[in-house]
């Protein structure tokens, strides 16, 4: 589970989303392409588990009249940790396939 090549390919995997996420800070209407929507995705997954059912996630319970409101510290850190894990396990699982035994 910690072998080099997991951190590597978990690295490797984050860079890419960064690197993916980079244009979005200059010009907003790359969020509409398809690389954009990849970036948006776990930002706006963060609605999906406030509807779940997962208290504290988003500012004012999610009542900000007809604006989408912003995650809080709370959400942002849940954010984070979920799909950390999930690149985790997926860069895993990867590098379990093609090791040698």
């Not at 860079?15 to 948006?40: E, I, K, Q």
């Not at 409101?69 to 709370?74: E, G, R």
């Amino acid at each position: 589970m910690f072998l080099p090549r997991t951190l590597k390919l978990f690295a490797a995997i984050v860079s890419v989303f960064f690197l993916l996420s980079l244009p979005a800070l200059v010009w907003p209407a790359y969020l509409d392409s398809p690389a954009g929507l990849m970036v948006a995705v776990p930002y706006l997954s963060i609605y999906l588990f406030h509807q779940v059912g997962i208290p504290g996630l988003l500012e004012n319970n999610g009542l900000c009249g007809w604006g989408w409101c912003a995650p809080t510290a709370f959400g942002w850190g849940f954010l984070a940790t979920f799909w950390l894990l999930i690149v985790w396990i997926f860069a895993w699982g990867l590098s379990s396939l093609g090791r040698r035994q």
